[in-house]
């Protein structure tokens, strides 16, 4: 028999949603007639915007013509796309043969641990996104697992309150895959330039290259804070960029992200990045969907910019809503802390002295509202909730008429 892939042993337990996703059904089992609100799960809940939309369904209506039919694309995507997107994103950063096209963010950041195989150490930030470490682990990299619910081979970044959630770098060895997210999921932290150029500065000097998530790039509206790594001076040389259409314009469902991979990055043997990243998205991805690119194209026009701005707007407007009601009287009373600056679709709120998975029951059993605990993102979130505000306006409001009740 064939022998099971050894990386799937050393995961650990539970992959977080699902175990949030359990607790609710049984919650649902017990109590048939609750209506639960879902403020957990990062997933969009708009629809997708009406220029975007038409520029789809026209492009699908064309695929059933014999002049409107296309077949497979370039596996890097459409050129007009990777221009626009150099153009509109990254002037003066990154050109157009330097962005790649795919089918979302997760599917890159799932493809890059191939393209640095499982020799390479990483680094994270701890709390973190689960795809860094978990697809990691699946492909050998991450070594061994820990007592205390760590890997051997990675290195954990803890950013919390105490350091203004950006973290210490200096306990990063060199030569190390540094997984970066800004603004972070699930801390919401938007890293400052000054906060980016020592991680530039300190990813040089050492040899290391970071995996840089920009994924909520849109929900930055504080103009110093960088929309792209490549804004800082000396990026192009270490940094790697993964990015997507789904929280900018609601294509969690659609998929369409990209990455960009400057011609300046290099590996020790003098090999180009970019080169061996053609490879990898040639051999093993096959194109994004040409109806999507054609979704994503609209996006990046002006009336797609205009359109992707004020579905961003209702999301932070969702936000600044659940912000006032987390800040009330019986969330401070009880010594509640709420981090949240206003440039991400997540609030960060601790609950001292308590366990974030004991608050997640409480808040479900008392309120019927879903959040998602923060340890479930490593160990340094432990004792705080994820708040999304990806949700419509009335569930968002009703769930903050529950949790301004809640008796703590
Ligand atoms: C949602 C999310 C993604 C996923 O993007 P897709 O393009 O939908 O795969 C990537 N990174 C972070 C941090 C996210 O929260």
Known sequence: MIKRNEGFANLAAGYLFPEVAKRRREYLAAHPDAKIISLGIGNTTEPLTPHITKAMVDYAAGLGTAAGYSGYGDEQGLT???????????????????????DGAKCDIARIQM??????????QDPAYPVYVDGSVIVGAAGKPLADGGHDNVTYLPCTAENGFFPDLSVIKPDTLIYFCSPNNPTGAASTREQLASLVDFAIKNGCIIIYDAAYFAFIRDNAIPKSIYEIPGARQCAIEINSFSKLAGFTGVRLGWS???????????????????????????????IAQRGGLAALDDEGIKETKSLVDYYLENAKIMKKTLCGKNFVAAGVKVYYTGDSPYLWVQFPGQKSWD??????????????????????????????????????????????????
């Open 260 to 290: 960009v991979v400057p011609s300046d990055l290099k590996f020790s043997d003098g090999t180009s990045v970019k080169k061996d990243w053609n490879r990898v998205m040639t051999t093993l991805f096959n194109g994004a969907s040409n």
């Open 80 to 102: 007009a796309l990777r221009e626009k997107i150099a153009e509109r994103l990254y002037p003066g950063m990154a050109s157009s043969d330097e962005v790649f096209i795919s």
């Open 359 to 408: 608050m997640f029951d409480r808040i479900l059993d008392e309120c019927r509202v879903v959040t998602t605990p923060g340890s479930g993102f490593g160990p340094a979130g432990e004792s705080y909730l994820r708040f999304s505000c990806f949700g419509h306006r009335s569930d968002v409001e009703e769930a903050c008429r529950r949790l301004e009740q809640f008796k703590l």
């Open 115 to 124: 393209l640095f195989g499982r020799s390479v150490r990483i680094a994270v």
